[in-house]
């Protein structure tokens, strides 16, 4: 890149934050393009559990879901720089903490390194193609992007030339579903984890289990099973 670059990055969230900061400490101009309304990416919790379309990502970017923890300690979760740490301001000041904590470790980040006023907030990018200046021969990147209007639908798309480009918008927001044969007509509930919010949708429906190999429910369906799967989580 040019000793002075303008670099279009796509998302705020930890990634984006991150690199956003080391581009303008190297001298670079970042831009942040992010589709939400604040930073945090998928640290930003969202009630997807009602989506019209639970096997899909039901307009929500984030998986999270109410109760969850980090799986990792907070001290290792920080930047160098800029420790996770519980302080005496924290709200959770466990080692594992929910996903709320994360969140505002992220904005007490963007707010401590002056980050906010690089990014375009309910801005999403469309669009990335290679471009070549006709006349000095530079190469650059064209980004197309749309910013939400007044009344929540997108504006027309806009363009702008850059330097650069890092993609920093994750790649646990598109759900997996498996190809199973004849599921379409299946009358069950299906739905992937990425749409799972809280457990009270499914609370009191596995009555009993009996011994030919039939899950009985309270409405009184049974099913023939071959395998009960417990994503229940762990003990600490």
């Avoid at 640290?43 to 997807?48: D, E, I, K, S, T």
């Avoid at 969140?103 to 290679?130: C, H, M, N, Q």
């Avoid at 809280?198 to 009191?204: A, L, S």
Wanted: neutral net charge.
């Amino acid at each position: 890149m040019p000793s002075c670059s303008r670099v279009a990055v796509i998302g705020a969230g930890a990634a984006g934050l991150a690199a956003a900061r080391e581009l303008r400490r190297e001298g670079h101009a970042p831009v942040v393009f992010e589709r939400a309304a604040a930073v945090g990416g998928t640290w930003r919790y969202a009630a997807a559990e009602d989506a019209a379309d639970p096997l899909g990502a039901g307009g929500a970017h984030s998986s999270l879901y109410a109760s969850l923890r980090t799986n990792l300690p907070r001290e290792s979760m920080g930047f160098l720089d800029f420790p996770f740490v519980a302080g005496r301001s924290s709200a959770d000041p466990r080692r594992f903490p929910g996903h709320p904590e994360v969140l505002r470790y992220l904005e007490a980040f963007a707010r401590r390194f002056d980050l906010l006023g690089l990014v375009r907030f309910e801005t999403e990018v469309v669009s990335v193609r290679r471009s070549r200046d006709d006349g000095a021969g530079a190469a650059g990147w064209r980004v197309s992007y749309r910013s939400r209007r007044p009344d929540g639908g997108g504006g027309e798309p806009e363009e702008e030339v850059f330097d650069a480009v890092v993609v920093c918008n994750g790649h646990f927001t598109e759900p997996r579903v498996a190809a199973i044969a004849g599921v379409h007509c299946w009358p069950g509930k299906q739905m992937h984890s990425h749409s799972y919010r809280v457990p009270d949708p499914f609370r009191g429906q596995i009555e009993r289990a009996e011994e030919d190999g039939s899950l009985v429910f309270q409405d009184g369906s049974k099913i023939k099973a071959d395998v009960v799967l417990h994503c229940t989580g762990y003990k600490y």
